[in-house]
């Protein structure tokens, strides 16, 4: 409840934002409980489908013997082809969707089919827009790592400093292994800050790609306007 409240939230309020209005936590919070069931019917179906989109491409590998690995390897490649695609339709349907639902107030079905017309007129610059944005979010992952990494360093010479100075009052090793712990809870804390703050940027990107999209003027993919010129 509170994921779906707090997505919907976030698509309601970045819409509002984008188009220079006034909003606040409340707003968004009565946004997503009104919109509360479409949307999760919406990322329901979507999901399952994608679920037993896997078990079916999935399957005809156990039907190979384990002694043709030229072929299971043949087959994987070939149904990943065909799944990749799909898989990221279905992602693209689900945003638009929710999109729909949460900023222009559509119905369940109405949604759906908006969703998939606003993809197929483009499919270009939504696929250019999810590489963008999924770069972005690798990058700050890669930089979240590092920081941890960097910050581990120097924490633990320091805890085996201290668990050195405290050994003759108490266990050193005891010491030493709730220092560590409290860095461990501290490393979960920025992992997890730093995931709060990709997931609300994604959200409010992809609600900005919605809004440009489905304007009357529409947004042109980048590799279009290349060949254009």
């Not at 509170?2 to 707003?27: D, G, R």
């Not at 069931?37 to 491409?57: Q, R």
């Not at 790592?145 to 005891?174: D, E, K, N, Q, R």
């Amino acid at each position: 409840w509170m994921v779906f409240v707090s997505e919907i939230a976030l698509i309601k309020n970045s819409a509002l934002i984008i188009k220079n209005k006034k909003t606040s936590i409340k707003e968004g919070v009565n946004a997503g409980m009104a919109h509360f069931w479409p949307v999760v019917g919406v990322n329901l179906i979507g999901k399952t489908f994608a679920c037993f989109l896997v078990v079916f491409v999935g399957l005809p590998l156990f039907f190979i013997g384990p002694e043709s690995s030229m072929a299971i390897s043949i087959l994987y490649f070939i149904l990943f082809i065909i799944f990749l695609p799909i898989a990221l339709i279905i992602n693209f349907i689900i945003k638009y969707a929710s999109a729909y639902i949460v900023v222009k107030g559509k119905s369940f079905i109405s949604a759906i089919e908006s969703a998939w017309d606003l993809f197929i007129k483009n499919w270009l610059a939504s696929l250019e827009m999810a590489f963008i944005i999924l770069f972005v979010q690798f990058v700050v992952s890669v930089l979240v790592l590092l920081l941890i990494m960097a910050l581990s360093i120097p924490y633990t010479f320091l805890a085996y400093l201290l668990a050195a100075s405290l050994g003759a009052v108490t266990s050193s090793t005891s010491i030493f292994v709730m220092i560590t712990a409290i860095g461990m809870l501290l490393a979960t804390v920025i992992v997890i800050v730093a995931g709060s703050v990709i997931t609300a940027f994604s959200v409010s990107a992809w609600t900005d790609v919605f809004l440009s999209l489905d304007s009357k003027k529409g947004v042109f993919s980048k590799l279009v306007r290349l060949f254009h010129k």
